[in-house]
């Protein structure tokens, strides 16, 4: 059975950094899309990062644009968040998620890992 794996959360203070990764089972993770989402205590889910199979084409959320870099190795069947500057308003519950096309829905998503950054 395939799964989604996030690791990499913790408490930080504002400024610091942290990475996520988020490993894949299964032989077929780079013919997907992958992406990270959040979701903080009371507010919507956000997609913040996504990246397309090939890791040739990204997109950002302005919230973290400048601050936040997706990346992929399909040879390690992980996908990354480099995640700088860190603010307050950045904790939340990080998910990846995974879709077989950009027009397709996300079909498969890990457990999430929590970030907390303090001020």
């Known amino acids: 059975q395939v799964q989604l794996v996030e690791s990499g959360g913790g408490l930080v203070q504002a400024g610091g950094s942290l990475r996520l990764s988020c490993a894949a089972s299964g032989r077929t993770f780079s013919s997907y899309g992958m992406a990270w989402f959040r979701q903080a205590p009371g507010r919507e889910r956000e997609n913040v990062a996504a990246?397309?199979?090939?890791?040739?084409?990204?997109f950002y959320a302005d919230s973290v644009k400048g601050r936040f870099t997706i990346s992929r190795d399909n040879a390690k069947n992980t996908v990354y968040l480099q995640m700088n500057s860190l603010k307050p308003e950045d904790t939340a519950v990080y998910y990846c998620?995974?879709?077989?096309?950009?027009?397709?829905?996300?079909?498969?998503w890990g457990q999430g890992t929590q970030v907390t950054v303090s001020s």
């Open positions: 990246i397309i199979w090939s890791g040739g084409r990204t």
């Open positions: 998620a995974r879709r077989p096309g950009v027009d397709k829905m996300y079909d498969l």
